[in-house]
């Protein structure tokens, strides 16, 4: 037994017409739009925070270099700690300042940045004033 197909021609009219639109809704674009906003809201404090956090690195860094100039100093001129490291080959990183209080016997550093948006912002060290804190970063 044999069907017969049917054939549809182009000019014969048709009375349902089906059509197959692909796309999103405007309601499924708003969500998508909120959900990255959420995120974006979450995500940039916590970028901004480990901004800072390599920031303070780089202030704890510079002052350990210059603990190793001071040392070096001490070692090669045998005249104690120096008030003028600047003469020396140490170059604070970017964005951080420093300065240096030193005497025969001993020497205070200080080093900060101020694009640091939380504390701490500065850190100091005291090397030679034989207290339990000799030698130890305090960040403020």
């Known amino acids: 037994m044999r069907l017969n197909a049917v054939q549809i021609h182009p000019t014969e009219s048709h009375t349902m017409l089906t059509t197959n639109k ?23 404090p916590k970028f901004a925070a480990t901004k800072d956090k390599a920031k303070l690195a780089s202030v704890k860094t ?19 700690y120096t008030s003028s490291i600047a003469t020396t080959s140490f170059t ?33 060290v005291t090397v030679g004033d034989g207290t339990a804190t000799d030698g130890v970063y305090a960040c403020t």
């Not at 604070?92 to 300042?97: L, V």
């Open 22 to 44: 692909k796309g999103f809704t405007l309601i499924e674009l708003l969500i998508v739009v909120v959900i990255i906003g959420i995120l974006a809201a979450i995500a940039i």
């Open 62 to 80: 510079d002052l350990r270099n210059i603990m190793t100039v001071q040392e070096a100093y001490f070692s090669d001129a045998g005249l104690g």
């Open 92 to 124: 604070p990183s970017s964005g951080n300042t420093f300065s240096v209080v030193g005497s025969a016997s001993s020497f205070t550093a200080t080093v900060s940045n101020p694009t640091i948006t939380v504390a701490p912002k500065t850190c100091k």
